[in-house]
């Protein structure tokens, strides 16, 4: 079937039926003085079928008729467009209220033309970013952050992300505020079955400069006796050999 519109004016309304199935075309939608470009598919002949240009214009019979034969009589997409485009603007000048009901203006001017409201920017109040101390190294960082970027440690307990101010100390190398790191030596046999780490010394997690070592704890102690007592009877062994 050739694409065509058919129009009849009944009651003071001019109501205008597309004959055609499926078509791409510009039609210009008068809406806030803004020129919009639609497409009508397949799937919007039925609102198409209903939809009414222009209802109780103010002007002549013989208009009406005019522009009813002339949608009538046109045959290309183009021209009915040009046709439609005039037609519309032209009534909407003279009724200042565009008369349609409510359905057909939230169904054709939304799913037809495909017209949607401009969405409001929402703008989030950013808060403030929430920072603490590492208490490795007492470096400010933010407060979801899992590992330091200063020193690479990472953070295991949240109890530990805020770092008590007595604990720092002055580095006599680079002269910043920090709590030394703690470097831990091979683990000993607690009386628990376990193992636990044994401190060596302190040094600064900036320049890596040593504050302090730690003494040497009873185990380590008996350790060190033992190790002693071995090695001597080991070269009193082989001592007369050599």
Known sequence: MADGIGARWVGGTLTVKWRTEAFDYALPCVRNNQHIQFRLGRNHVHHIRELAFARRLDFSSDSHAFHAHLFHATTTVAHQAFIAKAYVQNSIKKVPSFNLPSIMKIMNFHKIYNIREPKKELMMNKSPMQTSECPFCAAEIP?????????????????????????????????????????????????????????????????????RKFPMTMGEKIGLAIFAIVGAVILLYFMPRW
Do not use: N, Y
Request: hydrophobic share 20%; charged share 25%.
């Open 143 to 211: 407060m979801h952050v899992k590992k330091c970027r200063h020193c690479g440690e990472w953070l295991k307990k949240p109890e530990q992300s805020q770092a008590p101010h007595d604990e720092r100390e002055t580095c006599h190398g680079c002269g910043k505020k920090i709590i030394p790191r703690i470097i831990t030596g091979p683990p000993i046999l607690h009386g628990q079955g376990g193992w636990t780490p044994v401190p060596k010394k302190s040094i600064c997690p900036f320049c890596g400069t040593t504050h």
